[in-house]
């Protein structure tokens, strides 16, 4: 269960929702692999059906407001800023990188919601600046435009994936639960059922083989590698 300033935190920034809605959806990695290898100019098409891909579009589906400053990964951040959430004889370090153990004890449960719902990594063993950047937001010290954040995210996503075997990339691809969710807010707007539109073939029978490699797209969001 999460702690009281963990709840308080991401309701506070409207990002609660969001959580709970995660873990209420089944992903399908096939869709996200599809999802994300196929953008032109950020729209994907899909068995017929055309998404876009924007800040916009994706606060729509989570519900997280698309409010704040734009902000993903860039910038140096100033030492002081750390020293709110590190243990105390820690404070006086300055490294960019540093033991996942050094986070105060109180701020350790929202940290790990933070990694797995909006980094998504898989392990907690160090913490880079953008930890405390997105810290900072949910600590309300430091705003930032979340659905921004994630937009770029998946384009950063995107970029990667490219050019690489079938196999790796379903061993790259995440947010997973956000795609669908992107998926399920146009499915609803054009009334289409989601058993209808995953039914296709394509999402059963892998358009790469395994050990094949995967063709790159030659739009803006796949051509010149994010930041």
């Known amino acids: 269960m999460a702690s009281p300033i963990t709840v308080t935190g991401f309701k506070h920034v409207g990002c609660f929702e969001f959580c709970e809605k995660v873990q209420r959806i089944q992903h399908h990695p096939v869709l996200t692999r599809l999802f994300i290898t196929n953008p032109h100019d950020n729209l994907v098409t899909l068995v017929d059906v055309t998404f ?30 750390y020293e709110p959430y590190l243990k105390t004889r820690y404070k006086n370090e300055r490294k960019k990188i540093f033991p996942f153990s050094y986070l105060l004890d109180k701020y350790v449960p929202m940290m790990k919601i933070i990694m797995k719902y909006f980094t998504c990594e898989g392990s907690f063993s160090r913490l880079y600046s953008y930890h405390i950047w997105l ?29 690489k075997y079938y196999d790796h990339q379903m061993q790259s691809i995440f947010h997973h639960s956000l795609i669908k969710m992107i998926v399920l807010h146009y499915l609803d707007q ?14 059963t029978v892998p358009r790469i083989q395994h050990g094949q490699e995967a063709s790159s797209s030659s739009h803006p969001l796949t051509s010149i590698p994010p930041p």
Do not use: C
């Open 135 to 163: 810290l900072m937001h949910f600590t309300r010290v430091k705003m930032l435009n979340m659905p921004y954040y994630l937009y770029r995210s998946i384009e950063k996503m995107s970029f990667i994936t490219q050019n």
């Open 190 to 203: 054009l009334n289409i059922a989601w058993d209808t539109f995953i039914s296709n073939e394509i999402f």
């Open 52 to 81: 876009t891909v924007s800040p916009a579009i994706i606060s729509a589906a989570s519900g997280i407001p698309n409010v704040r400053e734009k902000w993903f990964k860039q910038g140096e951040l100033d030492h002081f800023y």
